[in-house]
């Protein structure tokens, strides 16, 4: 059996070369952090790279999750009862409308749909002043529950977007053939569409959890004691003192606020990715 | 099986089956099943189309509303006016170094932000074409996407920083002093240096979509033009180019709609105020002074101009995303 | 070329386990709505009151024993919250527009209470403090134009001159100057010390200590009155006189490199002064509580030379203090705003070093001895309030903004005229 060697062109080395060394300095920036983070923060004060006095330590871990007024280990809990629900609710309402309008046909459907449709440009600093206004109106203000709703509100308009794609580009044969079965639209829905639709709902909610778990901004409006923040209005907070800014500990906090939509994207790349191009190549 | 509408003797049994005893559809009369149909129809808009009137619509429009007020009610347009004459939006001294003014940061933004994050994304997708283990590669110039920006905030400020931060002795180390300061500090470097540094944050974005979108291009199509003997240059123009148009479009709209908006970044590197002299205002960031201020109305004019911005900026996509 | 249809799964009969599955996250998610719902019910009020204070690390080290001596004699308890009042300046006017506030005594700049108080939205402690129990003045930062007294007012620290260490000093033949040409002969010599960056290190904090050096010359070659003219807005800064004290006195040594750039406190300023990278650092009494890496026995101040024919001041920073309305434990919160105010209070803060008290009646046994030098350079000194602190917002953060940008401008001289004519805009 001949065993051919592939011809290795001088060509291929640059440009393996280029893309690693793009790469190497791409991670540069978050070595730096992550180096901060594991040593005492007075090493680092002429830069992390010098190595000279180097005790790795997990103590900015330590002071960050138990930080008495900032703790972390809060601002995770915080960031999950917001980003579940805050993900769950809109994908099951959205795919409902979605569908809606995949499906059905009515006046002005088109419009409807542009309409919601271009809700998706506008900035969260539109709504920022009256959804304010409207939550202290409720009672709501500095509660969790005022950033689920407004979430799964903002994030209706794409995901109903993306749903609507979806389910047009299932073919109607399944449905059209329970359809003539006499099933209603709730059956089709929920007993043979929903289950077709499992990958959507990964590529939207994990889009949709990251990006409830990456706000700021709408957490900055509404949430205000420092038992409710979520993890990432945490972050400004670590460098806590009037005087001092202690890198160690807010390089361990970042990374910490970073690491779960970092985990999550690992596992489920495939479905973030697919979410991220299912704009471009519409179904 | 299968005329759509008609039922039929089989349609009967089959109904019973999927009825499964709980009542179905019964063979109510014409008017009957179509009603409730029309009817129940709505509950699957019903949940989707609360939230975002209440929570979307509605303080849209209250915000356009209160842009168009004073403070004491009276229909005006003195907050346009005052907005837009404010040296803070438009400085009126314009020279470099910033301040510049918040729509000019902005627009600076995007002018340097765009073109380099899209040209940079797609030569590092062609190239990965080609490269083993291009998955890794892909994943750590992807890893800034992930993170939250105001992480990303936090890292650039590191990054810019005297002592502990790479850059400035970097140049240091060059010998080019004026580099080797904390670059956030100096009004020269500050918004360059953010905008550089949201480039790295960024330019994942275009990559992974160009990556996925080359992918999706028949090999068949490059097999015949190399057969006719076209040179690389020319595929790439006539071919790869054109097909890509689709993930260019969104590249730019998301793009763009994400440097108008920018906030996160700019707030946990240089804090509230904007950066020294306001050489790293946004438009967002002045927005949310007016409101924490409690000028809502001077806020609420910002937001609707910003807006407006965006919404031009991505009245191009979306007639393409949405046609049927 | 529609990934969407590629993609799908056929429907399998696990359709009932992905109902099942639906189902359960639907009611975790509503128990957690519930559990939310009823866990932003306020905690039940035990003795506990909150107090919000911008000290961290080793500053707040210090403040924590004055908490455990309230504790220890009233039984109540204190919880310790951090919060950089460049924060609160946003979130406090948010909560109060929402008739909340995040703590039961909260320190802040003393503008900020002084505006805050005829809004309503602060306790009216006029019939809790009494002003003659202090020093003159102390308590007019937080004295409202309605008369209502709606702060307290706490130790204070004073910002003395310019720190340097004895030792390196000695080491190089250097001596304290006693007039201007000593003094910009000092930084010349001290400029060609090999190892040196710049003199003078600039830190920058959030932006104060630019300016607190830069009240330090107002009060020195301006004098009290000028000072006390921009502090009540009564002088330009844009008008001639502070115009050429800025331009003949700081101007010269931006220019000559004499002032480091802006440095973050974190530890590369106060490391790289230490070490012997710079010499003199422009700082509040409060660094000799900064351990480590100072070691105050290696420590000494001297203030910029006063000319004759000026009365110099010097800037006394209290801090201040106040009560929200929101609060729901008025009672306990005053009883510890009493003790903060207080002799007791004041003398076991006093006691940590680096504070002075302002409330009358402490003795001088209880001070540290480092801070017996600090008292050295407040002879003949007119006392002054903190200037950008009294004036508030929007003056400060422009004033600290537009102070960074003469620090770190190429042309001082030539960025001058603009920069005061920007301060005088918000003034």
């Known amino acids: 059996m001949k065993v051919r060697w592939p011809k290795i062109r001088p060509k291929t080395i640059v440009i393996h070369v280029v893309a690693w060394g793009v790469a190497l300095a791409w991670i540069i920036p978050f070595l730096g952090v992550l180096s901060t983070a594991t040593r005492p923060a007075t090493e680092v004060t002429f830069g992390w790279w010098q190595l000279d006095p180097y005790h790795p330590t997990l103590d900015n871990f330590i002071k960050a999750l138990t930080q008495p007024t900032y703790s972390v280990s809060k601002g995770y809990l915080n960031s999950l009862i917001i980003a579940v629900p805050g993900t769950v609710i809109p994908l099951f309402v959205a795919a409902l409308a979605g569908y809606g309008f995949s499906r059905f046909s009515f006046p002005m459907r088109h419009y409807i749909f542009l309409a919601i449709v271009l809700l998706m440009s506008v900035p969260a600093q539109m709504v920022a002043i009256p959804v304010f206004q409207i939550m202290v109106n409720l009672n709501l203000v500095d509660s969790q529950l005022a950033l689920i709703l407004l979430h799964t509100a903002w994030g209706l308009p794409w995901i109903i977007l993306f749903m609507r794609n979806f389910f047009t580009a299932l073919p109607l044969e399944v449905e059209e053939a329970a359809r003539v079965d006499g099933a209603s639209d709730f059956r089709i829905f929920f007993r043979i569409v929903l289950p077709m639709a499992i990958p959507a709902f990964a590529s939207a909610g994990i889009l949709q959890f990251m990006w409830v778990w990456n706000d700021f901004f709408f957490a900055l409006i509404l949430i205000f004691s420092p038992e409710k923040m979520p993890a990432t209005l945490l972050v400004p907070k670590l460098a806590a003192s009037q005087l001092i800014t202690d890198w160690g500990l807010l390089s361990a906090g970042s990374i910490l606020v970073l690491l779960v939509p970092l985990a999550l994207y690992v596992v489920l790349q495939q479905y973030y990715i697919r979410g991220m191009i299912g704009w471009t190549i519409k179904g | ?324 | 070329m529609s990934s969407g249809a590629a993609d799908y799964v056929p429907a399998r009969t696990s359709g009932r386990l992905i109902a099942i599955v639906v189902a359960l996250l639907i009611i975790t998610n509503v128990v957690t709505a519930v559990g939310v719902y009823y866990a932003s019910v306020p905690p039940k009020a035990g003795e506990t009151i909150t107090v919000i204070g911008p000290w961290a690390g080793s500053e707040m080290a210090k403040f924590l024993p004055v908490l455990d001596a309230f504790t220890n004699s009233t039984g109540i308890k204190v919880s310790y919250s951090i919060a950089r009042q460049e924060d609160l300046k946003t979130i406090l006017p948010v909560q109060f527009a929402a008739q909340r506030a995040p703590g039961d005594v909260i320190f802040m700049v003393s503008s900020f209470i002084k505006d805050q108080g005829p809004k309503g939205n602060v306790l009216d402690l006029t019939s809790v403090v009494d002003k003659t129990g202090y020093s003159a003045g102390a308590l007019d930062p937080v004295t409202g134009t309605d008369g209502k007294i709606y702060g307290a007012v706490y130790t204070g620290k004073v910002k003395p001159g310019f720190w340097f260490r004895p030792s390196f000093f000695a080491a190089h033949s250097l001596s304290k100057p006693t007039n201007w040409t000593e003094f910009t002969n000092l930084l010349a010599q001290i400029k060609s010390i090999p190892g040196i960056v710049n003199p003078i290190v600039s830190g920058d904090g959030v932006g104060w200590p630019l300016s607190d050096v830069t009240e330090h010359f107002i009060a020195t070659y301006g004098g009290a009155s000028m000072h006390r003219n921009l502090t009540a807005g009564t002088q330009k800064w844009n008008g001639t006189a502070v115009h050429d004290l800025f331009a003949s006195k700081i101007v010269p040594l931006l220019a000559a490199g004499d002032f480091s750039q802006p440095l973050t406190w974190d530890s590369t300023a106060i490391n790289g002064w230490w070490n012997n990278q710079y010499a003199l650092y422009f700082m509040g009494s409060w660094i000799t509580g900064m351990t480590p890496p100072v070691d105050s026995a290696d420590l000494d101040v001297f203030s910029l030379p006063t000319v004759s024919g000026v009365t110099p001041g010097v800037v006394f920073a209290a801090d201040y203090f106040f009560i929200p309305k929101y609060t729901a434990k008025v009672d306990a919160a005053k009883q510890l705003l009493r003790f903060l105010a207080s002799k007791d209070g004041q003398t076991v803060q006093v006691k940590q070093g680096g504070h002075l008290a302002t409330v009358l009646g402490v003795a001088t046994s209880a001070y540290p001895a480092v801070d017996a030098k600090v008292a050295q350079t407040l002879t003949g000194k007119e006392v002054l309030s903190d200037l950008d602190d009294t004036k508030g917002e929007p003056f400060q953060s422009n004033f600290w903004s537009q102070l960074k940008g003469l620090w770190t401008s190429p042309d001082p001289a030539g960025d001058l005229n603009s920069i005061l004519d920007s301060i005088q805009s918000k003034a």
């Not at chain 2, 015949?224 to 148009?245: E, H, Q, V, Y």
Request: aromatic content about 12%.
């Open chain 2, 1 to 324: 099986m299968g005329e759509t509408g008609a039922v039929d003797r089989r349609g009967l049994r089959s109904l019973t089956a999927l009825g499964k005893g709980r009542g179905g559809f019964r063979l109510a009369g014409l008017f009957g099943p179509r009603l409730r149909k029309g009817t129940l129809r709505t509950v699957f808009f019903a949940p989707a189309l609360l939230l975002i009137v209440f929570l979307v619509v509605y303080p849209v429009l209250q915000t356009v509303y209160l842009s168009f007020i004073s403070v004491t009610g009276a229909p005006t347009l003195g907050n346009y006016q005052d907005v837009l004459s404010d040296p803070e939006t438009i400085n009126p001294h314009l020279s470099w170094p910033p301040p510049l003014g918040t729509l000019l940061h902005n627009a600076l933004w995007v002018a340097i932000h765009l073109p380099i994050s899209l040209l940079f994304g797609l030569w590092l997708a062609l190239i990965l074409r080609e490269v083993k283990g291009a998955w890794i590669v892909k994943s750590a110039i992807f890893l800034g996407m992930v993170t939250p920006m105001i992480v990303g905030g936090v890292i650039l400020r590191f990054l810019f920083e005297t002592g502990p931060g790479i850059v400035p002795s970097f140049f240091q180390a060059l010998g080019i002093r004026s580099l080797g300061v904390s670059w956030l500090n100096y009004r020269e470097t500050a918004l360059l240096g953010l905008i550089f540094g949201s480039v790295w944050l960024w330019t994942g974005f275009s990559l992974i979509i160009y990556s996925a979108g080359l992918t999706t291009i028949p090999k068949d199509y490059f097999e015949a033009a190399k057969i006719d003997g076209t040179p690389p240059f020319r595929m790439f123009f006539r071919i790869t180019l054109p097909l890509l148009k689709p993930m260019t479009l969104v590249i730019i709209t998301m793009t763009l709609l994400w440097e108008l908006k920018i906030f996160d970044i700019v707030y946990s590197a240089v804090g509230a105020t904007g950066g020294t002299r306001g050489s790293v205002d946004v438009l967002s960031l002045q927005m949310f002074n007016y409101f924490v201020a409690s000028k809502y109305n001077l806020a609420a004019a910002v937001a609707t101009l910003l807006t407006l911005l965006t919404l031009v900026a991505t009245a191009f996509l979306f007639r393409r995303m949405v046609k049927p």
